[in-house]
């Protein structure tokens, strides 16, 4: 076990330096790298300042460095006159210790933006999950239990239905009538305490959660039905246990497979689906901190936003990995 | 394949068939539809039609929040998402395809170096990625859009291809094809190919499912093609504005959306069971 869990990490490192080394080097060719660091100030034409051409507006301000000064200083700084290759290697140190540079707008350190957003994000992931699961089984479970019936067949349509909303739609929906239409929840988001939080989180949770939910319950119900024909579910029937109790206790648990596997996967749709929420609902989350620092050009938190949403991905998929492992013992010797 | 063999449509599906006929004409043709509107026509600076218009015989949906045809928007809106999803499919096919079908006929170190490099861009969230890239070729039209979508679709589908190829590389055909010193070439496009295809199909309609709901959410964002070319996505963020005053209109593009993914996922689940029986068969 050991073994496995250590080359599994050791994969996990090397798919981080790659998805890093993709962010960054994407930013820097895609990308002009002066704008990257340095904003719209990039476009001085600093030749020309100092041969006297043009003159530096910004330095003739009380005491301010000039432009060209702060574009001299962000080359050195950021090594900006080196390879590609080197640049990742300074700025992979520069992350690691936690610097992510400077936001453009206010000029906050990008960690302290991220480091204030990322609780948010993270709660809403976990009630987003928290709502499919819960939502999931029991479906699942009433569906298995009389599978081909009226419900099972109004639940199959239902899921899928259910799959095709599209995420903002089905945020704006749920905000139109429970927010605008019955007022049962407040539209701004609340941050005063847990429980308060906690309850701001509950439509944009259900916006991820039940497109989550539909899913789960399709692999949980085929995995439920397979189950149902094993023979310790025939032994428990016919040594009269009830229904509910060979259901919750024989059934669900050697069913939960496919589900955690796709748990992983899952997660990838509710980062983005989290990008719409937080709009919606006005989360300040990563989410909304990347579409606004998009729409602003504000790359530093642009680049710095990625890479932690992807990193967390990736550290969320290896988890599922070791999970599933545990689960499975085979997986470990297929490996 | 005799005929016989294959699964029937059933009439629901047939349904979902008729709807993508809908749309995709109706994004073709929209210019010629008799009677449809200007998309971008506002009624209220001409005194003719009224915001958030109730539907009626001139606005068959009603009107949006500049007091525009919703109707006529929702049709010229299927352009994007078509487009989008057209370009997807064609490039995930065309090179998805290729990649995936040769590395996973001839395995070695092709197949490491390529798989490695399709996990580590499919370790981005779709939209994440989607919205980086677009922002930093700082371009928001159609074919830029497009184009992105389009690149981004490959390591879906070479993943898919090669699970594909593993499998086909098996099959007795192709030993048979190697025993007898066919060049690997031709094995690959004459016997591997050709056998993915189907199954790439099946996964191509799903996936063009995936590419509309990400477009969309994209342009709800406000971060693609920008307004007043209408999409889906951005009508919906448009009328969220609104929503006190009208819900409609944010319930029709969204209908539309709902009614296209549903469609393409029923299409596509089809082709991929009417393919298990055929293989079943053989």
Not at chain 2, 154 to 166: D, E
Request: positive net charge; aromatic residues 10%.
């Amino acid at each position: 076990m050991l073994r496995f869990v250590a080359r599994r990490f050791a994969s996990l490192l090397a798919v981080l330096l790659a998805v890093t080394a993709l962010a960054f080097g994407a930013m820097n060719v895609l990308g002009d790298p002066l704008f990257n660091v340095v904003g719209f100030i990039a476009s001085v034409d600093c030749d020309a300042v100092e041969a006297g051409l043009v003159e530096d507006v910004s330095g003739q301000t009380a005491g301010g460095r000039g432009d060209c000064e702060v574009i001299a200083e962000a080359r050195r700084e950021h090594h900006l006159d080196r390879a590609l290759p080197v640049r990742y290697g300074y700025w992979l140190s520069d992350i690691v210790r936690g610097d992510f540079g400077t936001s453009f707008k206010n000029e906050l350190p990008v960690s302290d933006v991220l480091r204030d957003k990322l609780p948010k994000s993270l709660l809403l992931m976990g009630v987003a999950q928290a709502i499919a699961v819960g939502v999931a089984v029991p479906w699942a479970v009433a569906a298995a239990y009389r599978a081909h019936r009226s419900f099972d067949r109004a639940s199959t349509v239902g899921s899928f239905g259910l799959l095709a909303v599209p995420n903002f739609a089905l945020g704006v929906i749920l905000f139109y009538l429970f927010v605008v239409r019955w007022q049962v929840f407040d539209s701004r988001y609340d941050d005063t305490d847990l429980a308060s939080r906690l309850r701001s989180m509950v439509l944009p949770g259900l916006t991820l959660g039940l497109p989550a939910a539909a899913v789960y319950q399709r692999l949980l119900r085929t995995d439920l039905l397979t189950t149902m024909q094993e023979d310790f579910v025939h032994m428990a029937r016919a040594k009269g246990m009830s229904d509910r109790w060979i259901m919750f206790r024989h059934v669900l648990r050697p069913s939960l497979f496919s589900m955690v596997t796709v748990f992983g996967l899952s997660t990838a749709g509710m980062i983005g689906g989290s990008l719409v929420a937080e709009q919606i609902f006005t989360i300040p989350g990563i989410g909304r901190a990347l579409v606004e620092a998009v729409i602003r050009d504000d790359f530093p938190i642009v680049l710095g936003g990625v890479v932690v949403v992807a990193t967390g991905f990736v550290v969320v998929n290896f988890v599922v990995d070791l999970l599933y492992s545990l689960i499975d013992p085979r997986v470990r010797a297929d490996d | 394949m005799a005929a016989g063999t294959r699964l029937r449509m059933p009439i629901f599906t047939r349904l979902c068939v008729v709807w993508l006929a809908v749309i995709v004409l109706g994004a073709v043709l929209a210019d010629f539809v008799p009677g449809l509107q200007d998309p971008n026509h506002q009624g209220f600076l001409f005194g003719t039609s009224k915001t958030n218009d109730a539907p009626s015989w001139a606005h068959l949906l009603g009107t949006d929040n500049n007091s525009r045809d919703i109707l006529a928007r929702i049709v010229y809106g299927g352009r994007v998402s078509l487009v989008v999803a057209a370009t997807a499919v064609a490039t995930g096919t065309v090179f998805g395809m290729l990649f995936g079908c040769f590395v996973g006929y001839v395995r070695g170190k092709a197949d490491a170096v390529v798989m490695s490099t399709v996990d580590v861009i499919l370790a981005f969230p779709g939209l994440v990625l989607l919205l980086t890239v677009v922002t930093l070729l700082g371009r928001r039209d159609l074919v830029v859009i497009a184009a992105v979508v389009g690149f981004l679709s490959i390591p879906p589908y070479t993943r898919v291809a090669r699970a594909q190829a593993l499998a086909v590389s098996r099959r007795e055909f192709v030993l048979a094809a190697e025993a007898i010193g066919t060049k690997k070439r031709t094995i690959l496009f004459r016997e591997v190919i050709p056998n993915c295809l189907p199954g790439c199909m099946g996964y191509a309609l799903v996936n063009a499912a995936v590419i509309i709901l990400l477009e969309g959410a994209l342009a709800f964002l406000g971060l693609s093609v920008q307004p007043p070319t209408a999409s889906w996505g951005n009508m919906v963020n448009a009328a969220r504005v609104d929503i006190q005053i009208n819900f409609w209109p944010v319930v029709w593009p969204s209908l539309a959306l709902v009614f296209t993914v549903f469609s393409l996922n029923n299409v596509g689940d089809f082709i991929r069971r009417s393919r298990a029986v055929r293989s079943a068969a053989l």
